[in-house]
């Protein structure tokens, strides 16, 4: 059992606010992910990290940004919320392994509901 | 390269049996099943790490043919409780996970 933990788990908010979602493990993961996913579609990777002071874009562009000054904290913060970033957040981590081993596997967070109005 | 699943939904009726491909332009070292019910996260189901390796999980198996880059899911006697969006992901460069379009599946009673 994965130890992923994320705040808030739903949040409606006016835009333009400023939002963090945070997200922590308790597993001692290297990596950790976050990915947006709209209901019932496809999941795409926004941000990732392999350590402390580590981060990278991901597939999907995204305007948000992320901090790793932690191992075990990776928050993600939207300056300015707009309408079009509604959708759920979902924070991973994995282990620091080589492709072919199972140091890959992902655990995920419950998933944070983001609503802008 | 992101892989390529299907079919993109299926619907069965409890008992019956589906199978889920997953399949990749690149060689493979690895793939991963998640599966995600609605409005929760994924959940890991298994990781097939070799060619021609099958694994199971509850009545669900997965093998996996390096050869032909792909990977497929079978769920045998389904159940109620499989209904949900089912994932694979392969490993890209930086050992990232990169996850298919998912392949909904629907069980009726």
């Known amino acids: ?70 191992t075990e904290h990776f928050p993600l913060t939207l300056e300015s919320a707009r309408p079009s970033h509604t959708s759920q957040y979902l924070c991973a981590s994995s282990a620091l392994g080589p492709a072919g081993s199972s140091g890959n596997t992902i655990y995920f967070g419950e998933g944070s509901w983001l609503t802008v109005v | 390269q992101q892989p390529v699943q299907s079919p993109q939904a299926v619907i069965l009726r409890e008992g019956e049996d589906a199978v889920i491909n997953c399949s990749s332009s690149k060689a493979l070292y690895s793939v991963h099943w998640y599966r995600q019910k609605h409005g929760e996260a994924p959940v890991f189901l298994m990781i097939l790490l070799k060619g021609g390796e099958q694994k199971g999980h509850e009545k669900i198996s997965a093998s996996f043919n390096e050869k032909k880059q792909q990977s497929s899911l079978y769920l045998t006697a389904s159940q109620l409780s499989y209904s949900g969006t089912y994932f694979c992901g392969t490993p890209t460069a930086g050992n990232m996970l990169t996850f298919g379009g998912g392949t909904r599946l629907m069980v009726k009673p």
Do not use: F
Request: charged share 25%; with cysteine; aromatic share 10%.
């Open chain 1, 1 to 70: 059992e994965a130890d992923i933990y994320q705040t808030p788990r739903y949040l409606v908010i006016g835009t333009g606010k400023k939002i963090t979602l945070e997200c922590s493990q308790t597993m001692g993961h290297d990596k950790m992910y976050w990915y947006q996913q709209d209901p019932g579609m496809e999941l795409h990777l926004i941000h990732y990290s392999y350590g402390v002071n580590s981060t990278e874009k991901g597939d999907l562009s995204s305007e948000s940004t992320v901090s790793r000054i932690r």
